[in-house]
């Protein structure tokens, strides 16, 4: 696991979602993304992840571990990170379009944090929830796992060691979890123009 350690002063803010497997993290940011298509303002950052592409899975970037290894060594990435035995980056666009003052929502682990907070100077954390059930559902409906494995799975859950700056539940309505998810981006945005001006 890796952060760049050059350190970005840029005036643009990270917006961390994170949140255990099953949360509904992806589909969360896939909406957030139609809200603000268009929207030069807010960005929403691709990962590159250690996994075969998978329509029932987040839209991401896909390398092997060779390939993801030789990107980490030539400097790609800003933050990378191990979970579930699958390697996650950011790319360094990420630092560049926050360093031009853009708002950019990543989808993290919660294990990345610190690193994540040292490595930027504006991180917002998201933490989004649902109930024990609802993950589990979610979790077997997409077919990857088995009953055990997803139920060890949930066990094994990583609490949040730093204080998020919302939390939603997204155990129910996907429309009211992404109305929240949506007032808080811009009020970040609001923050960062108002930061800019001031600054």
Same mark, same amino acid.
């Given at each position: 696991m890796s952060a760049d350690p050059r350190g970005g002063d840029g005036a643009g803010r990270l917006v961390a979602v994170v949140g255990p497997s099953g949360a509904g993290k992806d589909t969360l940011i896939a909406a957030a993304a139609r809200h603000f &298509?268009? @929207? !030069?303002d807010v960005r929403f950052a691709r990962r590159i992840v250690t996994r075969p592409a998978d329509r029932t899975a987040e839209d991401h970037d896909t390398l092997d571990e060779a390939g993801f290894? /030789? #990107?980490d060594r030539s400097g790609a990435f %800003? !933050?990378?990170w191990i979970a579930h035995g699958l390697r996650y980056g950011l790319p %360094? *666009?990420?630092e560049t379009e926050m360093d031009e003052g853009h708002v950019v929502v990543a /989808?993290? *682990?919660r294990r990345a944090l610190p690193m994540a907070l040292a490595r930027f100077r504006r991180v917002d954390i998201v933490e989004v929830t649902a109930r024990p059930d609802i993950l589990l559902q979610r979790i077997l409906a997409r077919g990857?796992? *088995? #009953?055990e494995v997803a139920a060890t799975r949930l066990a094994r859950q990583v609490p949040l060691d730093y204080p998020a700056s919302l939390r939603i539940d997204n155990s129910g @309505? !996907? @429309? #009211? &979890?992404m109305s929240h998810f949506a007032a808080f981006i811009e009020r970040v945005r609001a923050d960062g123009r108002r930061a800019s001006a001031n600054g």
């Open positions: &298509a268009g @929207d !030069l290894e /030789n #990107a %800003c !933050l990378t %360094c *666009s990420v /989808n993290l *682990s990857r796992e *088995s #009953a @309505d !996907l @429309d #009211a &979890a």
